[in-house]
């Protein structure tokens, strides 16, 4: 577990530049989240439906639980009552689904389009084409989709030792976050985050423009 002091250092650091962390807590304890708590986090971050609708209800209701890992669209019930952001929206029936789970329990989910920049295969997310054709779809039918909202993009790059690409592929999501932002959002401040950076690359992502980083084992040490 990071220090105290260094925790508040990360975070003030993270703050003066205007990015917001998230504490990615996958694979461990109630007891590390809440020390991390304690020391002021509200920002968890989350990957496996089962686990996070264990914890969270032994952990205090103002946490804002962002949603990180692969989501199918039939577990998209257990979370709907408490998600504050689900990161990892990867199809356009995908977002209807949270949609209508967040209506029933009327309330809003803020969601993000997992956008595919890395060069591995097994990563899942959306290419530039299929972003553009969601938001299509998305526009077409605004009126209907009220339960959530649409507030940027996340993205994975590679996993490399190679920063130049790193760097590149962070550029390429923070390219198309603009083109987006530039065609279906001029009038709607609510799409304005570009969640990119872990534990390995975050500075990278910083300075393609991030303004959510995800930091799992910088803070709770190996999983
Ligand atoms: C696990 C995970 C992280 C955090 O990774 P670390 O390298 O531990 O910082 C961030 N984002 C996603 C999507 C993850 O699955």
């Not at 304690?38 to 968890?44: A, C, K, S, T, V």
Request: hydrophobic residues 40%.
């Amino acid at each position: 577990m990071i220090p105290a002091t260094a925790f508040k250092e990360l975070v003030s650091d993270l703050k003066s530049r205007g990015v917001n962390l998230i504490a990615v807590s996958k694979l461990k304890s109630v007891a590390d989240i809440k020390a991390l708590y304690d020391l002021g986090q509200r920002d968890f971050g989350e990957n496996y439906v089962q686990e996070l609708v264990e914890k969270q209800p032994q952990l205090p209701a103002d946490i804002r639980w962002h949603f990180i890992g692969h989501l199918q669209r039939n577990k998209v019930k257990y979370i709907a009552g408490f998600v504050h952001c689900i990161h990892s929206v990867d199809s356009f029936p995908l977002l209807q689904e949270i949609n209508r789970q967040a209506a029933k329990h009327d309330r809003e989910i803020a969601c993000l389009l997992q956008i595919h920049i890395a060069e591995e295969e097994s990563k899942y997310g959306l290419g530039e084409k299929e972003a553009i054709e969601l938001m299509e779809f998305f526009s077409a039918q605004k009126d209907e989709l009220k339960n959530v909202v649409l507030s940027g993009l996340m993205g994975m790059a590679t996993f490399t030792d190679d920063k130049a690409q790193v760097s590149s592929e962070f550029g390429q999501l923070k390219a198309l976050f603009d083109l987006l932002r530039q065609s279906y959002f001029l009038h709607d401040a609510a799409f304005k985050e570009r969640s990119m950076g872990m534990s390995d690359d975050y500075e990278l992502a910083i300075a393609q423009g991030s303004t959510q980083v995800r930091i799992g084992s910088l803070l709770f040490g190996r999983r």
